[in-house]
């Protein structure tokens, strides 16, 4: 699915003369929108694709409260799990700040809106991109619609399964909870780079595993901890941490940029 979007499309002309690389650029903080489809589709120019995927699971210990009913709350009942980098816009959409990331000399930050499906049976919640957002320079504030991005996040648990010789501690049950996300990224490479096409869309798969590879388990890992303060009869719903849920550790992005590969 794509992304919904602001109506204001500038030209492709526009995005082709940009130079992100000015200096007195770093000193403004601007923004840009992504695209629809059809938007991103009459865009001229080369264009490239980026794409990451992660499954991963935890296990979870059965409380009080089952995480059945806890995969069946209502968005409105659900915690934000980091106070810091996720905000809630109404009652199943939400605003999710992703840590800077620099690439070919550009640093940006996106900024997602997500939203909530929670899916009958307690089968666990699809969560999509609905929208995007990208703060950065001055320079990139005219590549509205240059750019799109398709994702989601599909969350499931099921009964543990065992190996032989493993078990349950006495008197317990075990539940695996598990998050599959899909990244897709498709932009309009500007004219001033001079990599190819599979170089530009190497540099660009590599960051956006380095997203899925650290965020999933984070995910999983704060997930799993809200679930058991829920399952003990907490319905707060606060937090359970500040800052960290969508840092990422961008030393080996920067170093594939600065040789190429």
Known sequence: MSVSLSSRIPTCNQFKSLNLRKANDKKKNKSIRAGTLKQFETCSGRKATFKASKRGSVDVVEGSRGLKAYMSL???E????????????????FRCEVTKISMFGVTMQPVLTAQVDVRPEGIGPLIKVVDAQILGSDGIKA????????????????PKEFSEGEEAGAGEVVNCLASECYVEVRVVVPG????????VEKAGNFVMRQVVDQVV???LKQLSTDYAVWAEGDDSRAAVSSGDLFSIDLEKNNEAERTGN
């Open 74 to 76: 209502p968005a409105t």
């Open 78 to 93: 659900y915690s934000v799990l980091d106070a810091e980098k996720v905000t809630r816009i109404d009652e199943t959409t």
């Open 143 to 158: 590549a509205n619609d240059s750019f799109m991005i398709l994702s989601e996040n599909n969350v499931s648990w099921s």
């Open 192 to 199: 001033w780079l001079p990599l190819s096409i599979s170089s």
């Open 217 to 219: 388990p984070r995910f």
